[in-house]
């Protein structure tokens, strides 16, 4: 019997502290798959950052890094260059890069880093107990916003891709979603290709991941990938946003 | 034949690979508890398997293997 799915080498066998149903599991294994793919996980490093991945470091079986909340790009940058020859990649959520480590994540793009972020959108803070994030919809409940986010007082949501993607110096920048089977397989090839550019030299890729956190939303795992589709795809739209290397071919 | 084998432990019973197989074959044990304390994913009928891999790509624990 041939084996069709298992669980990558690039995971340890630690089990995940996660809630039930949430997706970091899935974009967990989507890098391991990718690392496992690209055969470099005796070369690779990742930064894990402050929030639920946190402890990223115990199930990555690559060597890790544990940042200060928000300054994963900055570490990664001073690994990068001290070692240009290991592939180091980021793990972080939306308020580790979008909130406080907004200016280190923006310099870090500008200057076109030859390093690989992960960037997982869940629109809430998971870890503190369901705050309201930078990325929280608008009219969103969390437990800072109970009346809805009101974009008068709380201002609205950033798209970071797109707002990432106006610089010169990122390489490539897509957003996926792990919704359902079929966007799963999308944003594998997405996360391979963010580490495919990084091996050949190409420069900073981000692949921000939209995803959800059940717990936090009030609500059950299949409910909150509706939700995914419902709420978060509309306003944070899919797709490219940059691609140096097909700009170049022309396409 | 298609085999699709349950790492039981280390399931928390979220239902993602319930909803994702298109065959329907996947259900939360009603008798049973994992060491977790959660109802685990278990599947109904092997026969009917098409070894499509959707509960596995579907699942955040890695519980599942596919084989074909």
Same mark, same amino acid.
């Given at each position: 019997m041939a084996i069709v799915f298992q669980k990558?080498?690039?995971?340890?066998?630690?089990?995940?502290?996660?809630?039930?149903g949430c997706t970091h599991g899935i974009i967990h294994r989507l890098v391991a798959e990718a690392i496992d793919e690209l055969?470099?996980?005796?070369?690779?490093?990742?930064?894990?950052?402050?929030?639920?991945? %946190?402890?990223?470091?115990?199930? +990555?079986?690559?060597?890790?890094?544990?940042?200060?909340?928000?300054?994963?790009?900055?570490?990664?940058?001073g690994?990068?260059?001290?070692?240009?020859?290991?592939?180091? +990649?980021?793990?972080?959520?939306?308020?580790?890069?979008?909130?406080?480590?907004?200016?280190? @994540?923006?310099?870090?793009?500008?200057?076109?880093?030859?390093? @690989?972020i992960i960037f997982v959108n869940n629109a809430i803070y998971g870890m503190t107990g369901g705050q309201m994030a930078p990325t929280s919809l608008p009219g969103q409940v969390t437990q800072t916003?109970?009346?809805?986010?009101?974009?008068?007082?709380?201002? +609205?949501?950033?798209?970071?891709?797109?707002?990432?993607?106006?610089?010169?110096?990122?390489?490539?920048?897509?957003? %996926?979603? %792990?919704?359902?089977?079929?966007?799963?397989?999308?944003?594998?090839?997405?996360?391979?290709?963010? +580490?495919?550019?990084q091996v050949e030299g190409k420069g900073f890729s981000l692949i921000e991941v939209v995803s959800s956190c059940p717990t936090n939303w009030g609500m059950t795992p299949s409910k909150a990938l509706q939700w995914v589709e419902e709420k978060m795809i509309p306003y944070y739209p899919l797709g490219v946003y940059k691609d140096r290397s097909a700009e170049k071919e022309g396409k | 034949m298609a085999k699709v084998t349950f790492n039981s432990d280390l399931c928390k019973g979220c239902g993602l690979c319930v909803d994702a197989c298109p065959k329907k074959l996947i259900v939360l044990s009603k008798d049973k508890?994992?060491?977790?304390?959660?109802?685990?994913?278990?599947?109904?009928?092997?026969?009917?398997?098409?070894?499509?891999?959707?509960c596995a790509t579907m699942c955040?624990?890695?519980?599942?293997?596919?084989?074909k």
């Open positions: 990558p080498k690039a995971l340890t066998d630690a089990p995940l502290h996660y809630c039930p055969g470099i996980e005796g070369k690779t490093v990742g930064v894990a950052p402050v929030g639920c991945a %946190v402890m990223a470091y115990d199930y +990555f079986a690559c060597d890790m890094v544990e940042a200060a909340h928000g300054r994963a790009p900055a570490v990664a940058t690994l990068k260059r001290a070692l240009p020859e290991n592939i180091v +990649f980021t793990y972080q959520g939306d308020g580790d890069l979008a909130s406080i480590g907004m200016a280190e @994540t923006v310099h870090a793009a500008t200057r076109g880093e030859n390093i @690989t916003s109970p009346y809805g986010r009101d974009t008068a007082t709380a201002g +609205f949501p950033i798209r970071v891709s797109e707002m990432l993607a106006t610089l010169d110096g990122p390489q490539y920048i897509e957003r %996926v979603a %792990v919704n359902n089977v079929k966007n799963v397989n999308k944003a594998k090839k997405a996360i391979k290709k963010a +580490f495919q550019n | 508890l994992n060491a977790k304390g959660h109802s685990p994913a278990e599947i109904t009928d092997q026969e009917k398997c098409i070894a499509c891999a959707f955040p624990d890695c519980v599942i293997t596919v084989e």
